[in-house]
């Protein structure tokens, strides 16, 4: 769970590379990456920044944005984005730390945000003081860099001092820099670190533990930190000391320190692919001690001593067998005092088909836990005798636990739905208080919400959320919006989303949301359903949802628009070129599209355990059966695609989506491209980007599918 969001995870100019189109990009049984490699004929615009290919990007660019935003209503759909983006009746994300609840606030003064903190008697007031710490647009300002706030680390017990990470145009990559909480300012001669795409963590207020680029050989071929040190302070980083190196070719290490209120454990994480770990935790004179937990596990948190992971396999100890999908214990702090005292796991919970476990949290004496039913994720008290006490918080939604204090019971949870604005709760003493709820962004009363059930090529059920307006009447003739994404065990939920509410179902539009296989919503048999050989899965899934609604007549392919990022950018592709017949319009955003070369550029050789590795024979084969970049083909009539991406996205290469305009331009078909020039993977950088971003997608949709 700690490491999840690496799962929660979308050039030269055109004429002189269709000078070299004559080389087909056909592919055979014995077709290896080299000789894709050497077919590519726009394989220039890897280079991400040279001239060429900026040259390229500000040209399509200046087609693409000229217009859309040359379109009727476009600058009032901007205006109603950007207000809601920068309302002060927005609810943010929380931490609790200590005395204080910190957040990061945007707005339309603030667009690239404020650090700032609240006591927690404050929250309860209808205007809390905020005690601003950081204004990253001051400080980008100040320094004339365009500097993005990615997080932030507190020092636990001392509380004085933060370790401060400042990504430039919103890369994964930062620098970082020792922030002193008191005076509000950065440290003179504090720690400090270069841009690099690190991993650190507090071990007390002199020691930090990290992974960074410390020189030749210190990165994995995915672009992670592949040692692991000790750091000092005034100790020059090359005298750090080495704590665990892995191989070159593991995914690579990361940090954290887990607190459970009276202990503090830094905790390494080895990942020798995106799904397989070895967890170490230091021992009192700061030894990496391995962990006794399965490879494809991951540590969910500690609690008064005990680690906690959840079973993805059948798993068989001296003692009993334990089945997928239950949640273990075992004495963590036991093991560490390295005694002669078992530390066999005990049963926590289990999964069924209709609570599937989520995640886990702790406050100072409690356990929380939250499971998905049909999707829906609920909240539970795990009582000391494992039993669930629910919150009295609807079922049918979208409950979230926000944050957990460390030194009281005090949780914040939320609820939202689709058609119910997010609502946030405290939660201490079995009392649940309503603090204070989002305004209506966009009129709901007319909005309806079903769930619905489709059946896959292979016979199974698949669900997904239907929202409409409860006036539209089954005409085949609705102009409907289906996303869905399918991997990386990564849960598509019901939630309220202001600008899609107020974009899109406002204007009359009907929107899907799809729980196709690969994604974890019915635990970690639906993700491992769809992994490498066995991908169509999920594409069949979501021809399956398409095709169902085509059947009841919610809508039609005339009027059936499709939308994903990265990994669901992935999906739009194969589904543009497997199903042109579906869809009317494709948005295909930060996407994966060259599974040839998806290894070898920027984090992509980390996605071999999803996708499988083009360096295997069959698994290429497969790859290229269905790689969108290898599969569009002249004689194909395919629906419109928009496909967005950044020039400083660091993750997903924008040479997929790059390419696969330059293709589809170079065979005539319809094709609409931009990319932002900063945002990293989470495509804009502040809000006025944003705004504008998404105005320019539904304004595509409109003219698409209206």
């Not at 603030?110 to 001051?138: S, Y």
């Not at 080895?270 to 001690?289: H, Q």
Request: proline residues 5%; hydrophobic residues 35%; charged residues 25%.
């Amino acid at each position: 769970m700690i490491f999840k969001a690496l799962a929660k995870h979308r050039s030269i100019m055109l004429s002189s590379l269709v000078l070299v189109f004559s080389v087909a990009c056909t592919h055979k049984k014995t077709t290896s990456p080299s000789t894709v490699t050497s077919t590519d004929p726009f394989i220039q615009l890897e280079d991400i920044r040279s001239t060429d290919s900026m040259a390229w990007v500000k040209s399509e660019n200046e087609i693409s944005a000229g217009h859309l935003k040359a379109q009727p209503g476009f600058d009032t759909l901007k205006s109603n984005i950007k207000d809601i983006l920068a309302s002060k009746d927005r609810i943010p994300a929380m931490t609790i730390i200590d005395e204080y609840v910190y957040n990061h606030w945007t707005d339309e003064k603030n667009p690239r945000g404020l650090w700032r903190r609240t006591k927690l008697t404050e929250l309860n007031k209808k205007t809390p003081h905020w005690e601003i710490l950081l204004d990253v647009d001051a400080l980008g300002k100040a320094e004339n860099e365009s500097w993005v706030l990615k997080r932030t680390e507190i020092l636990r017990k001392d509380f004085t001092r933060a370790l401060v990470f400042l990504s430039r145009k919103g890369k994964d990559a930062t620098i970082m820099r020792e922030f002193d909480l008191t005076t509000k300012t950065f440290i003179k001669d504090g720690f400090t670190l270069p841009e690099a795409k690190m991993t650190v963590t507090w071990i007390d207020k002199d020691t930090l533990m990290l992974g960074t680029d410390f020189g030749e050989d210190s990165k994995t071929d995915s672009g992670y930190p592949r040692m692991i040190k000790t750091w000092k302070r005034n100790q020059k980083l090359v005298d750090a000391r080495l704590l665990i190196q892995t191989p070159k070719q593991n995914t690579g290490t990361w940090v954290s320190t887990i607190h459970d209120g009276k202990t503090s454990y830094p905790i390494i994480v080895d990942r020798i692919n995106f799904y397989d770990n070895n967890y170490y935790a230091l021992t009192p004179n700061l030894e990496p001690k391995k962990l006794p937990i399965p490879l494809d596990s991951e540590l969910d948190g500690i609690f008064n001593g005990d680690g906690y992971y959840l079973v993805k396999r059948e798993m068989k100890t001296p003692s009993r067998t334990f089945q997928t999908g239950s949640l273990l214990k075992f004495s963590i702090a036991k093991f560490l005092a390295d005694t002669t005292q078992s530390v066999e796991p005990d049963l926590v919970f289990l999964s069924t088909p209709n609570q599937i476990y989520s995640g886990i949290s702790f406050s100072k004496n409690k356990r929380w836990l939250t499971v998905l039913n049909q999707v829906n994720p609920n909240i539970f008290e795990l009582t000391d005798k494992n039993e669930l006490k629910p919150l009295k918080l609807p079922t049918v939604g979208n409950s979230s636990l926000m944050t957990t204090a460390d030194n009281s019971d005090l949780i914040l949870v939320t609820y939202s739905n689709f058609n119910q604005p997010t609502t946030l709760y405290s939660y201490e003493h079995n009392r649940l208080k309503k603090m204070r709820s989002l305004p209506a962004f966009f009129k709901a009363d007319d909005i309806v919400v079903e769930q619905k059930w489709a059946t896959s090529k292979d016979g199974t059920k698949v669900p997904y959320y239907l929202i409409k307006n409860k006036k539209h009447t089954s005409n085949a003739k609705n102009p409907t919006l289906l996303y869905a994404y399918g991997g990386f065990e990564v849960a598509m939920q019901p939630y309220y989303s202001a600008v899609m509410g107020k974009a899109w179902l406002e204007t009359g539009g009907t929107y899907v949301l799809a729980n196709i296989r690969g994604g974890g919503e019915f635990g970690p048999s639906w993700h491992q359903s769809a992994l490498k050989l066995n991908r169509q899965r999920a594409f069949d899934d979501f021809y399956a949802v398409a095709e169902d609604l085509i059947r009841t007549k919610v809508t039609s392919p005339a009027h059936l628009g499709i939308m994903g990022g990265s990994n669901g950018g992935l999906l739009m592709g194969v589904a543009m070129t497997q199903r042109p017949d579906l869809f009317k319009a494709v948005l295909c955003e930060v996407p994966l599209l060259d599974m040839a070369r998806y290894h070898l550029l920027l984090a992509g050789a980390s996605w071999v355990a999803e996708y499988g590795s083009p360096e295997n024979p069959q698994e290429r084969d497969y790859l290229l059966s269905y790689s969108p970049y290898q599969n569009v083909k002249i004689d194909k009539v395919y629906p419109e695609v928009f496909i967005t991406t950044s020039t400083e996205d660091d993750r997903v290469h924008p040479g997929h989506a790059r390419k696969m305009a330059a293709k589809l331009k170079s065979l005539g078909k319809p094709y609409m491209y931009f990319e932002n020039t900063e945002g990293g993977h989470g495509r804009t950088a502040d809000l006025n980007q944003a705004a504008e971003y998404m105005a320019m997608q539904y304004i595509f949709l409109k003219e698409k599918l209206f």
